[in-house]
């Protein structure tokens, strides 16, 4: 252990699991209260630090972080922050900055200037109690300005993305609105940073004249260079290494020359990445490139090293609290009051305008880059810091709930921009179902199951095929997503095979952070009378029904079926095995389906505790009332077996081309979120299977003359 604290390299190595370990754990438990990552990572460099860790176990911590490691990781942050505002320069499009027209400016500006001077006027009251007398006063009052009028553009894309509102008129406003704040937060910064660093005013203005002269340098020649480079990368096979150490080398010297004119080389960083032209594909290469390495490995060593410095100890009286809750009450005044307000006055209805004014109010990681300039440059002390980490924290956590509460999904789909056409109406009611698919080679026995039990394509029916895309981490994903290019690789081979089969199959596609919701409320907006979901082997947990087949089993209000596809080409003969329960007639219904419109060959297989008839007396006159006499080939069978999803399993050998089965213990067929339990009915069976759920649960029992007339209007609403 001793050796180990004295190896910089082994403790490097340890500090860096440890970190992105904890920021990944931590993450998890975020993303599920619908968080977004940031806050983990925020939370996790606090946790490592003297706040929690340094007070719990201050052995582990030195040990874990010794004060001779502080330089190492101080610059392996640096240079992830280089990395990270290079990328938020990549994901600013300047076409969100122009074209908006008169609102977009007015509530930008305002969101801007009031914050901004709520932070400067709370400057007056905090720069005599938490401020050095050696810190020049008019630089403590500019920092605080901008501390406050900061809006985290890339966790805002990523929200509005989730929340599907980037095409409303709340979520295009308020991209643009934030688009304008960042690049206007992070020029007061650099004039700021210009100001404290010079030793008078002359100097501040030769610094801020270097700097307009580095602007027009980077707009004017290198970026038609980096155009050029642009269509070089669309033309011909992509970026390779020679282009990617040439776009680095000019990052590297783009942050070197605005840290040389005084301006922190964060700026020059970011520059560089807004002057890549964001056609012809040079910016979406660099992202994909440069992003894991940047945001997975190097940026939550900025967070550690932010966690570090945040001693919430620090805050260790009751004047301390309220000054915190006076500048958290101050940033959510100025950036949501001020936003709202302005928005309301160009038109918006309050409930879209607060929407906004709580959108804006996102702070995260990009505030917690500026306070720790701050805090570098001397401008903030440690407990100031601490008080605006905390602030940051507070204002990001509470943007989804709040989201959640004052612009509900009813609300969004009022607003939404691109508006839905409405299916014409048929005479005959349709039988609706939907295909969800996850990859692209679960889609073919989908098709041939969709067209099954729909028949010919003149039978009134309507099929859509549902694909989610999941949102990654980074805003570059959301900005220049386009769901219809990056669904075509999962649908194409399912419409192809539609099309050959001259069936009418509508995609769907949209980025989705909660696809069992999602799922469930895309059926009932279709209403749908059968979602359909494929099946793929579960990573740790047994059971194949778990995940978010699971949760859309649960949560869904129509009939849902797992489709286990072992190249399933045609639909002919049909194994339903059945007991009694809910599930088993809902599997019933859809077997009749199978036989109305693929004249499929139906074997019921009923299974017995005895050989007596009293275990089937019930079975068979629902059989005969959803198969009459003269429908198709319909056989019934009936076993006695100790264990009914052996016989199954032991009857699903015989040649058959589908199993349609309920789902229920006495199959071995439970859905659970997790599960140890291995489904040998799934596992075995040779033959394709189509696992059933009825949405109105109930208990398996074997069918009495006193449910037969329920089962019969189960499966019948699911047949029809």
């Known amino acids: 252990m001793h050796a180990l604290s004295h ?3 082994t ?12 920021s990944r754990l931590i993450g998890r438990g975020a993303q599920w209260l619908g968080q977004p ?3 983990a990572e925020v939370l996790a460099g606090i946790l490592l630090g003297p706040s929690l860790l340094g007070w719990l176990a201050p052995g582990a911590m030195d040990w874990l972080f010794p004060a001779s490691s502080m330089p190492v990781l101080k610059m392996l942050s640096q240079v992830g922050l280089i990395l990270f505002m290079f990328l938020i320069g990549l994901e600013l499009d300047p076409k969100l900055l122009k074209g908006r027209g008169h609102a977009s400016v007015v509530i930008s500006h305002t969101s801007i200037i009031v914050p901004f001077a709520l932070g400067a006027g709370a400057a007056l009251w905090l720069y005599p109690r938490l401020s050095d007398p050696s810190v020049p006063f008019s630089s403590f009052v500019l920092f605080m300005g901008v ?4 809006t985290a553009f890339p966790v805002l894309a990523r929200i509005l993305t989730e929340r599907r509102l980037l095409s409303s008129r709340v979520g295009a406003m308020t991209i643009t609105c934030a688009a304008v704040d960042d690049v206007t937060a992070w020029c007061l910064l650099a004039f700021v940073v210009a ?3 010079a030793s008078d005013l002359m100097h501040a203005g030769l610094t801020t004249v270097l700097a307009m002269l580095y602007i027009a340098f980077m707009l004017l020649v290198v970026r038609p260079f980096l155009a050029r480079l642009g269509a070089r990368v669309a033309s011909k096979e992509g970026l390779n290494q020679n282009g990617v150490a040439l776009t680095l080398m000019m990052l590297l010297a783009s942050a070197w020359a605005t840290e040389l004119i005084g301006i922190h080389a964060l700026f020059g960083a970011f520059l560089m990445g807004s002057v890549i032209p964001k056609e012809g594909g040079l910016a979406q290469a660099l992202a994909e490139k440069l992003e894991d390495v940047a945001v997975v490995l190097l940026l939550p060593l900025f967070f550690a090293f932010s966690g570090l410095r945040t001693q919430v100890g620090l805050l260790s009286t009751s004047d301390h609290w309220v000054m915190c809750g006076i500048i958290i009450f101050l940033a959510c005044a100025g950036k949501f009051g001020g936003s709202a307000v302005a928005a309301r006055l160009t038109g918006m209805r309050w409930r879209e305008a607060g929407a906004l004014g709580i959108l804006m ?3 995260g990681l990009v505030e917690l880059i500026v306070l720790n300039i701050g805090l570098d440059l001397g401008v903030i002390s440690p407990t100031l810091f601490t008080m605006l980490v905390v602030m940051a924290l507070v204002t990001t956590f509470m943007t989804t709930p709040l989201l959640r509460w004052i612009y509900p999904p009813e609300e969004m789909a009022r607003d939404q921009v691109s508006v839905t056409p409405v299916v014409e ?4 009611q349709p039988f609706t179902m939907l295909m969800c698919v996850s990859h692209g080679h679960s889609g073919a026995g989908m098709v041939t199951l969709g067209r099954a039990l729909t028949g010919a394509p003149q039978e009134p029916s309507q099929l859509y095929a549902l694909h989610l895309i999941r949102p990654t981490e980074r805003a570059s994903f959301h900005l220049r997503h386009d769901p219809e290019k990056a669904s075509g690789d999962s649908l194409t081979p399912l419409l192809g095979r539609a099309n050959g089969l001259g069936m009418q199959v509508r995609p769907i596609s949209f980025v989705s952070a909660e696809p069992a919701l999602d799922i469930c409320r895309t059926a009932e907006a279709k209403q749908a009378n059968l979602v359909l979901l494929g099946w793929h082997k579960p990573l740790f947990s047994r059971t194949m029904l778990g995940g978010t087949v699971h949760e859309v089993m649960q949560e869904a209000n129509t009939s849902v079926a797992v489709l286990v596809d072992r190249g399933l080409e045609h639909v002919r003969r049909v194994l339903v095995p059945f007991i009694g329960s809910a599930h088993d007639r809902a599997a019933l219904g859809l077997a009749r389906r199978l036989l109305q419109h693929a004249s499929a060959e139906i074997t019921i297989l009923h299974v017995t505790q005895s050989e007596g008839q009293h275990g089937h007396s019930g079975a068979r006159p629902l059989v005969e009332k959803l198969f009459p006499q003269g429908s198709g080939t319909v056989h019934f069978k009936v076993v006695a077996h100790d264990s009914p999803e052996e016989a199954a399993l032991e009857e699903s050998r ?11 213990a006495e199959w071995g067929l439970e859905d659970g979120l997790f599960g140890l339990h291995r489904e040998r009915l799934i596992g075995d069976a040779p033959t394709s299977l189509l696992v059933v759920r009825h949405p109105a649960p109930a208990p398996a029992a074997e069918a009495t003359p006193e449910t037969e007339s329920s089962g019969e209007l189960t499966a019948s609403n699911v047949a029809s």
Do not use: P
């Open 7 to 9: 190896n910089a390299l």
């Open 11 to 22: 403790l490097l190595i340890v500090q860096f699991l440890v970190i992105i370990g904890v």
């Open 37 to 39: 990552l940031v806050i």
């Open 147 to 150: 501390a406050m009028s900061i």
């Open 195 to 197: 100001l404290v660093r």
């Open 361 to 363: 109010n996102t702070r």
């Open 425 to 428: 109406k048929v005479e005959e």
């Open 654 to 664: 015989r040649g058959y081309d589908l199993v349609v089965v309920g789902v229920g």
